[in-house]
Each structure stands twice: as structure tokens, then as C-alpha cells.
């Protein structure tokens, strides 16, 4: 189990093992996507890449990249995810719209 700190909202959430980042958020009304994310995202498939985050903390607590994210992420720094492709499994710290 591990919290998840949404940095800009100030807010921590609780998260079992094995929780899917952006599932997360969004049952705890974070909102990950920009205005034009809200209406064109993919819904979870890793396809749209709008649900990018920035992980501030906790990077060794979330699950490896995929192969999708390295891909849509090539040119971003390395603490950016896809949050529907992450799984957390213990602490972290999230900036979301980076
Ligand atoms: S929701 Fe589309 S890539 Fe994550």
C-alpha cells in the first residue's frame, strides 16, 4: 500500500498495491487531462497520450515504462508517464498537466 500525493491539488489518496495511476485520479477527482485531453482520450488504452504526468517522487515505486510510453514519451524527460499505463505499488508523488 502506498500514498499517492497529487502535488497541485494537494491532496493524498490511499493506494493498494497494483493501483492504476490514472483510475486513481480519477476516482478521487483529479483531473489528469488538459481541455482538449477531456474530450479526445482514449479511455485507459495508452493510445492518445493525453494523460501524461510528471512524477516528482517515488519513481521506483511505480511499475517499468511500457512499451507504448516509450514510445509516446521519446522526447519527454524521464519522470514523465502515461498515468493509464502506470502502476503504483508504494509512494509517489504526482504532478499532473506538467
Ligand atoms: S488515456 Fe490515452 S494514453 Fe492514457
Request: charged share 25%; net charge positive.
Amino acid at each position: 500500500m502506498g500514498n499517492i500525493k497529487f502535488v497541485k491539488e494537494n491532496k493524498e489518496v490511499i493506494a493498494a498495491n497494483g493501483a492504476n495511476l490514472r483510475l486513481k485520479a480519477m476516482q478521487n477527482n483529479i483531473d489528469i487531462y488538459k481541455l482538449i485531453g477531456k474530450m479526445t482520450n482514449c479511455g485507459g488504452g495508452g493510445n492518445c497520450g493525453t494523460c501524461i504526468v510528471e512524477i516528482a517522487e517515488g519513481m521506483e515505486n511505480l511499475s517499468q515504462r511500457t512499451d507504448t510510453e516509450n514510445r509516446m514519451l521519446k522526447k519527454k524527460p524521464e519522470n514523465y508517464r502515461l498515468a493509464c499505463q502506470t502502476v503504483v505499488n508504494g509512494a509517489v508523488s504526482v504532478v499532473t498537466k506538467p
